[in-house]
Structures are given as structure tokens and as C-alpha cells.
């Protein structure tokens, strides 16, 4: 058992990580000794509930959560496309929203499915194999996300103006980077997103340009210099930190 | 949750009827621009739709988890603009929010402390600094500025365990019922 000042010492960080005021290391301290002594979490989630009692109720705007409904009808149809029939014979289930708004019952097949299968394929193994060395520089990758529809373009530079690169931010929240230069001998950029205080890694990546996951609203994009394996947290200042 | 995990925008709807006027609370401390509000709640809820298989009643009830996840928004939206935020003086201005008896609560949850506490608390959950803007803002020692939170968690805790239980009884509408993870299931 802690002593009395050891308790009030941890309770003391406890109450810090509750505020979001530790750095990396410290939360992750904290992270592990929780996860063995349920007591604590227990006292942590009241600390959280806490806080999240500061939030008092205010009115809701008329129509928000219309917007809200079709912002999500949106992002759906937005992956549907991708979810066509010839995926739904894939070995690879489709996610659990999508699945739910699959019809049960498989369609009826056509007498040419096997051709449009063999087609499809074929047009799919030209992709794989093809279409990546057509656009195989980060130079021409870059000319066409920006050409996309609704991409907004970002250049990224130093404090002083020098160039580092361009971002784009194409419409479904994916945000594709390429940097002027490469990373140094033996070292590799590693981007993170700005959640709260804490960078979360996007990963690291070979090379100068990088295509995010779909990220939702605006967001705070940094690239450091790190080991090639990657680091938890940046290592060294970020060479940049974008809101995109 | 488990519904809306699996794409049910009717269990987003409720979730939405029952949880967004706090989002909107807070965001009206935070941000007090409507526009800013309405975007950083909107994202909230979004994102907390994506991830909701995600979540965990074991580590947050669904009122905590959807502010955590508000609030990180929020910040990220002061963060973007830096110039503007509450400032500490507007916090004892009356708003225009509702007269319900949870903003009532949540507001005299702050109001309890002394000072430093509560413009720490002010600082630290509303505006987002950091721990050593906080020392630089106060000019208090790190040290110190640790005991002064942990003790206005600790006050602002009893007080609302003290103070929820009796208002619930005056407030049979109050969205405080959800609280404790009892809809988690849903």
C-alpha cells in the first residue's frame, strides 16, 4: 500500500491526466499503473465524470441534427461505391455499417456475371499492376489529387517562407503530402495528427509524400524526422505543423 | 451504443436528442462563436458515430465520452485561432442558456471553488493550456499549481454528488438521468 504522501502524489497526476495536462510519457506512466489496480480506474472515470459535468445544457440549434443525419447519409454513400456487388462475393466482409444497409438476400445472378467477373478483374490487376508506375512520381500523384474534385491545396512552408512541400485535403477528409526534400541518411519522416496535447502517429513513410486515412474536419497535420522504424512521440521538432 | 455501432441512425438521433444541448453548453464556454459550435459539435457526434464500437461502459459513461471527445475538438478549434477564447471575466456573465437545473449545477460547480482553483480550472478545462502556460499565466509553481487541481476535482466532485440527487427529484426531464452509463447498452 502507498504511503499517504506516495497517494496523494499519484492522486495529484491522476488528476492532471484527467485535465489532459500530461505529456506522452506521463500519461503512458499513469496508463500502465491503471491498468493494474482497477481501484484507481475507478476513481479516474470519476474524475472524468467530473469534468464532464462542467458541460451544462445549452439549446440546440433548429435543424442540427438534420445535418448531422445527412452528413452521415453522405459519408455512406460516399463508401458504397466501393461496395458493389463484385465485393460482396470478396472473402473480405464489408464493414459493419455498410453491411447494414445490404440487401439480405443475394441478387439473382446473370448468365454474364462470370464475363463482367473476369473483365472486372482483369481491369482490377491493371490497376494494381499499371496505374501505380503511370503515376509512380510523388510529382504526378500530387498533380492529380489537386485536380480531384473539392481538393484544397495547402503549401507548406517554414516560418521564414522557404518551401517544405504541398498538402491536399482531398474531399473525404484524406490528406495527401509531399515534401521538397527527403528524409536525411538513415532517418525517415513519421506524421502525426495533433489530437488534444498529444501527437498521434499516422506512421512513418518512405520517401517525401504520404495519403492519410480519411480525417474528419480540420485537422492539425505535423511531419518530424525520426527513426526509420518510428518513434511513439516525435523525437525532434516537427519540421512542420499544418491545420488543413 | 451498440445499436448506433451498427449503423442505426435512429440510435444516433436519440443519442443526439439526449446528449448535444451539453455539447452545445459547452462549446458556448469554449468557443462562443455559434458557427464554430455548431461545426465542433457536429464533428463530435460524427466522430463518436464512426468510433462507436469503440466504445468502452466500462471506462466512461456515454455523457463523459462524448464530451472527452467534444472537448478535444474544441481545443483543436481554439488552437486554430488563438487570438479568441473565453475570457476569464465572461465566465461570471449570465447566459442565455436555458434555466435548467443542470446548468445551474455545472456552473456552481465552478463557482464553489476559491481562488487560484477556479481560474485554474477555468484555464486548464476551458481554455486548454498547458501545464506550463498555466505556471506562466498564474505565476504559480508547477507544484502547486498540481495541488490546487486535484483539490477543485476533489470539491467540485462532492459537490456535485451532493448536488445532483436532490435536484434530479425537482427535474424529472433531466437529461442528468442518463448519467452513470444506464443507456450504454442502447
Avoid at chain 1, 454474364?112 to 501505380?132: C, E, F, T
Avoid at chain 2, 498547458?130 to 495541488?147: N, W
Amino acid at each position: 500500500m502507498p504511503n499517504e504522501s506516495e497517494s496523494t502524489e499519484w492522486q495529484e497526476q491522476l488528476s492532471l491526466y484527467a485535465f489532459g495536462l500530461l505529456d506522452g510519457a506521463q500519461a503512458a506512466s499513469v496508463e500502465r499503473r491503471l491498468t493494474s489496480e482497477p481501484l484507481w480506474q475507478a476513481e479516474l472515470r470519476a474524475l472524468q465524470d467530473t469534468l464532464a459535468a462542467l458541460a451544462d445544457p445549452a439549446p440546440v440549434p433548429v435543424g442540427s441534427a438534420e445535418r448531422l443525419l445527412e452528413r452521415v447519409r453522405a459519408d455512406r454513400e460516399q463508401s458504397e461505391p466501393a461496395q458493389t456487388p463484385l465485393v460482396q462475393s470478396s472473402p473480405v466482409p464489408p464493414a459493419a455499417p455498410v453491411a447494414a444497409n445490404l440487401p439480405l438476400t443475394a441478387p439473382t445472378r446473370s448468365p454474364y456475371l462470370g464475363w463482367l467477373v473476369a473483365v472486372a478483374l482483369v481491369a482490377a490487376v491493371a490497376a494494381v499492376l499499371i496505374l501505380p508506375r503511370l503515376s509512380s512520381t510523388p510529382e504526378r500523384q500530387l498533380a492529380e489529387y489537386q485536380t480531384q474534385p473539392g481538393a484544397v491545396s495547402t503549401p507548406l512552408t517554414t516560418q521564414g517562407g522557404q518551401s517544405l512541400g504541398t498538402a491536399v485535403r482531398l474531399k473525404d477528409g484524406r490528406a495527401f503530402v509531399l515534401l521538397v526534400a527527403d528524409a536525411p541518411q538513415g532517418r525517415a519522416y513519421q506524421a502525426w495528427q495533433v489530437v488534444g496535447k498529444a501527437p498521434a502517429s499516422l506512421g512513418v513513410f518512405k520517401g517525401r509524400s504520404f495519403l492519410s486515412a480519411p480525417l474528419s474536419g480540420p485537422v492539425t497535420l505535423a511531419v518530424s524526422v525520426e527513426p526509420p522504424s518510428g518513434s511513439p512521440q516525435p523525437t525532434t521538432t516537427p519540421i512542420l505543423a499544418q491545420t488543413l | 451504443m451498440n445499436r448506433m455501432a451498427g449503423g442505426d441512425e435512429a440510435a444516433l438521433s436519440t443519442l443526439y436528442g439526449r446528449y448535444a444541448p451539453y455539447l452545445y453548453g459547452l462549446g458556448r464556454r469554449m468557443l462562443r462563436q455559434q458557427d464554430d459550435v455548431e461545426t465542433c459539435v457536429q464533428d463530435a457526434f460524427f466522430n463518436a458515430w464512426k468510433a462507436a464500437a469503440r466504445f468502452d461502459p466500462a471506462r466512461a459513461s456515454v455523457k463523459t465520452w462524448l464530451v472527452t471527445i467534444a472537448h478535444n475538438r474544441m481545443l483543436q478549434a481554439l488552437r486554430d485561432r488563438p487570438e479568441t477564447g473565453l475570457d476569464l471575466e465572461e465566465w461570471d456573465a449570465p447566459t442565455s442558456a436555458p434555466d435548467r437545473i443542470e446548468q445551474v449545477i455545472a456552473q456552481r460547480a465552478v463557482d464553489i471553488l476559491g481562488e487560484p482553483e477556479k481560474t485554474l480550472v477555468v484555464l486548464a478545462f476551458y481554455q486548454g493550456f498547458s501545464h506550463s502556460e498555466l505556471k506562466e499565466r498564474t505565476g504559480l509553481p508547477l507544484g502547486s499549481i498540481k495541488t490546487y487541481l486535484r483539490r477543485a476535482l476533489a470539491q467540485m466532485r462532492v459537490h456535485l454528488e451532493t448536488s445532483v440527487a436532490p435536484a434530479m427529484s425537482t427535474s424529472p426531464r433531466s437529461p442528468n438521468s442518463s448519467e452513470g452509463g444506464q443507456h450504454d447498452a442502447e
